[in-house]
């Protein structure tokens, strides 16, 4: 196993309840469906977290972390293939997401699009999601910059993270961008209230 999270993160996570393939690969929404397929050898580590390095759209490359639990699932993924075969994990090359064997097809070839959409809508189906049958890779970009944003996350970061260029099209996820109590004026009296209690 590589090392995958900071020594102050808990190493612990439960097992996917879905195919290790199926968990990890829906589980890196911060990815681009227009972004360049990604390979085993653009896995990586920083600063004791695992990363993923991108190629976006014009050629950037940008590493991306991977949560323990996704690092856990990609782990346990990259195993179950090295033990189908034979190669040590360390040893696997190509593409970091391949088809299986269905039928008559061996798989092994390189995970599209359509088919990441397939396993996402699969998993969506499972949960009893309405919208299963519409959900796209892009639906979890969605996702995850509104959620990031409604947990706090500083727009310039979710921008980052999104490879977005212009910070306005980051904006645009900001749900809670018009609730009152994110007004200025509403924060500036309840500072201006601490500092009079204070005296």
């Given amino acids: ?69 996704v690092a856990d699932a990609l782990d346990h993924y990259l195993a179950s293939r090295a033990d189908s075969s034979q190669p040590h994990q360390s040893r696997l090359q190509g593409p970091l997401f391949v088809t299986g064997a269905s039928g008559p097809h061996q798989g092994g070839k390189r995970l599209d699009r359509w088919a990441i959409t397939k396993l996402i809508r699969r998993i969506a189906q499972a949960a009893a999601i309405p919208s299963a ?49 994110r007004h200025p004026a509403t924060r500036l009296v309840s500072f201006v209230a601490t500092i009079d209690t204070d005296i």
């Fill in 133 to 181: 049958a519409k959900l796209t890779p892009h639906s979890l970009r969605h996702s995850l910059a509104t959620l990031s944003l409604d947990a706090g996350a500083a727009l310039r970061d979710v921008q980052d993270t999104m490879g977005h260029a212009d910070p306005r099209t980051t904006r645009a996820y900001d749900r809670a961008r018009y609730a009152p109590d």
């Fill in 1 to 69: 196993m590589w090392p995958y999270a900071p020594t102050n993160a808990s190493a612990s996570t439960k097992a996917p309840s879905t195919s290790p393939q199926s968990e990890s690969c829906s589980a890196l929404p911060s990815r681009d469906p227009r972004d360049t397929p990604s390979d085993i050898a653009d896995l990586g580590y920083n600063r004791g977290w695992r990363t993923l390095t991108v190629t976006r759209k014009g050629g950037k490359r940008q590493a991306l972390p991977l949560a323990p639990p």
